[in-house]
């Protein structure tokens, strides 16, 4: 397949362009300056590309089969997650890609029937601010009814670690396992959110990927 990824220079959005290389895809890394590169980016198209310059950036997603991203920026500017939502939706359909799929927020994944992680009473709040920038990007997406798009939330905790496999995934509802943690490692969300580009599950829905 031919993916275009928004992000492929962070945390997450490197673990998904080499998950998807290794798997034989063709990955355009839309990147927003020029820097050195990391090296799981070998093999990737590069493409430096500005949602500011919305033609531009539409042009390099055009025939691809996907446009994926892994957006995150630093809790200062947890702000611009609502509006790169919105101008993603709208480079897809300038694009004429239909499948979208994004690195959601877990705070927008339940915990009982209509009640969101977000709005726990100890949801931390030096992640609020991120949490509730993606809960407004959501609906953006849950607007798109044009669109296939999916909304990939990791667990509750993601960071580094092997690629250790017994991952579960779900719409919806948040993950957790026998102990109560919700928890997984860069690698294997990066397996999981392939596999939905690859055989898609949860579309126009929220999803998520867990031990």
Do not use: C
């Amino acid at each position: 397949m031919h993916i275009a990824l928004f992000g492929a220079t962070g945390n997450i959005g490197r673990h998904i362009a080499q998950e998807a290389l290794r798997r034989g895809h063709a990955v355009t890394a839309l990147v927003r300056r020029a820097q050195p590169l990391p090296p799981e980016l070998d093999g990737a198209s590069i493409v430096l590309a500005s949602l500011d310059e919305r033609a531009a950036f539409a042009a390099a997603v055009r025939g691809h089969d996907v446009l994926a991203s892994a957006y995150g920026p630093g809790a200062a500017a947890a702000d611009t997650i609502p509006g790169v939502a919105q101008a993603l939706i709208e480079v897809a359909r300038d694009a004429g890609v239909r499948r979208l799929l994004v690195v959601g927020g877990a705070g927008s994944l339940e915990v009982a029937p209509g009640v969101q992680l977000v709005d726990t009473p100890n949801f931390p709040d030096a992640y609020k601010p991120y949490a509730l920038a993606h809960r407004a990007a959501l609906q953006h997406f849950q607007a798109a009814a044009d669109l296939d798009w999916t909304f990939y939330a990791p667990a509750a905790e993601i960071g580094p670690g092997a690629k250790r496999g017994g991952v579960r995934t779900q719409a919806t509802a948040l993950l957790r396992d026998a102990q109560g943690h919700s928890a997984i490692s860069y690698a294997d969300y990066a397996s999981a959110f392939v596999d939905e580009i690859e055989r898609p599950q949860y579309v126009r829905q929220v999803a998520t990927a867990a031990y």
